[in-house]
């Protein structure tokens, strides 16, 4: 059980890491205003940027390390043991609520930031004028960011429900008291008696026993 632990929190984190450098690196080599061409009034030209790979990698990182610690974990309701921790499990809870609200939110963050970003050709209008999108600064950081702090409450809530579990097995396991793994079979007190061989008489004297008798 402590290998299977410490291979699905290594995996997890090393995705949760994976998830936040990409997401760092997109927030680094996005498009930025300066990079537009605007030669034309009604075109803008975006330059190529490394910032939509890296934002879709991230995005799908974070994923793969959510959909991992939660069928690692399997369904918290059903998880609840017969005499649970109230603080464990209030702490499991909060940690497995928290985790998916941060992880919707820099899901969306680090995708929509990779789909706005490769953006070629393509200008908007706004009150009349025309003007060139670019990603705002700190979306993909934001990400970044939230997806760390999604995989690591991920991460604890998953270890929080294994210690639960751990201690309704301990609880289980000693119910039965010191004296009541087996049935003592009494042994009798008095050694059955022994079986006495027959004796062999000699016919005269049968005989002379019966005359007397």
Not at 83 to 91: E, G, L
Not at 97 to 125: C, P, R
Request: with cysteine.
């Amino acid at each position: 059980m402590e290998r299977k632990v410490l291979i699905v929190c290594s995996f997890v984190g090393f995705l949760g890491l994976l998830s936040a450098a990409t997401g760092f690196g997109a927030e680094a080599t996005r498009i930025k205003g300066s990079d537009v061409d605007t030669t034309d009034p009604s075109q803008c030209s975006y330059p190529r940027s490394p910032a939509l790979g890296l934002g879709l990698t991230a995005a799908v990182s974070l994923m793969i390390a959510q959909i991992t610690i939660n069928v690692a974990t399997g369904c918290i309701c059903c998880r609840r043991g017969p005499h649970p921790s109230q603080s464990n499990w209030t702490i499991a809870l909060v940690c497995f609520v928290v985790s998916w609200f941060t992880f919707v939110i820099a899901f969306l963050l680090l995708l929509t930031g990779a789909a706005l970003n490769d953006q070629h050709g393509e200008e908007s209008m706004y009150f009349g004028s025309y003007y060139c999108y670019v990603v705002k600064p700190g979306v993909f950081a934001g990400g970044a960011v939230l997806s760390l702090a999604s995989v690591a409450l991920g991460i604890l809530y998953y270890l929080t429900l294994n210690s639960v579990k751990n201690n309704n097995s301990n609880l289980w396991g000693n119910s039965s008291g010191p004296h009541e793994g087996g049935i003592a079979m009494g042994q009798p007190q008095f050694p059955p008696p022994a079986s006495q061989d027959p004796v062999f008489v000699h016919e005269d004297t049968y005989m002379r026993r019966q005359q007397i008798t």
